[in-house]
């Protein structure tokens, strides 16, 4: 266990479903990642929040919608999505305050199907 | 911006065999290079890691080199086990932006 929790643990949506996946960590850490993981290509940061601020939106399309409500909690709402959509969404989470430390722990995931 | 690339794609070894897996960054500015292990159904977990300030740094049968000049780093794993076995990227961080850049992976199988 790393300490952040994905739910839920696999999704199959259609195209036109509105679904949200959510990430918890309970490592009192103040920045949280989410990331796209296809087959075969790098792991993409997709957004980052530091003390619940989006600091990075890395061109990701607006089906993909993110949310922090607090520095515990992650959401990614997903509305309108695309076949090329399926992937693993992983959850990250750091204390990047100053000596905080490099790490980067992340969840299980979320495996999303796209029909 | 940065570029990692990632080598192997896949390597089989033998239990107790030495495994190696060789990683290329572009730019020079970046400072911090992690490894992470994927196991199946799981997420990345960090390995080892080393700054551009350390030349290699060792955990057991793990280790980790730099070559600042070249701009490339390797992990080392020996006496592998089955349970080495699992997806390994490498990462880099470019300090411009402080976030990690990742290689494609390397699907290790280590066989008893």
């Known amino acids: 266990e790393t300490g952040v929790t994905q739910t839920p643990r696999h999704l199959v949506m259609g195209m036109t479903n509105k679904k949200s996946l959510k990430c918890e960590q309970h490592l009192g850490h103040n920045a949280m990642y989410w990331y796209k993981q296809s087959a075969k290509k790098p792991l993409e940061l997709m957004f980052v929040?530091?003390?619940?601020?989006?600091?990075e939106n890395n061109s990701v399309p607006s089906r993909f919608s993110p949310e922090c409500p607090n520095s515990s909690h992650l959401f990614l709402h997903l509305h309108t999505l695309q076949p090329e959509d399926s992937a693993l969404y992983l959850c990250?989470?750091?204390?990047?305050?100053?000596?905080?430390?490099?790490?980067?722990?992340f969840g299980p995931g979320t495996r999303l199907l796209v029909l | 911006g940065e570029n990692v690339e990632q080598h192997p794609s896949t390597l089989s070894v033998q239990e107790g065999d030495s495994a190696v897996i060789k990683c290329t960054y572009s730019d020079s500015a970046s400072n911090y290079f992690p490894w992470y292990k994927q196991e199946l159904g799981k997420g990345p977990q960090l390995i080892i890691d080393i700054r551009s300030n350390v030349g290699e740094k060792k955990d057991q049968r793990i280790a980790v080199t730099l070559n600042k000049t070249a701009k490339h780093f390797s992990l080392h794993i020996t006496e592998t086990q089955p349970e080495d076995s699992a997806v390994y990227f490498c990462a880099a961080r470019n300090t411009g932006f402080q976030k990690l850049v990742f290689g494609t992976g390397t699907r290790l199988l280590v066989s008893p």
């Open positions: 990250a989470s750091k204390d990047s305050l100053a000596g905080g430390g490099e790490t980067q722990y």
């Open positions: 929040y530091s003390l619940e601020e989006r600091v």
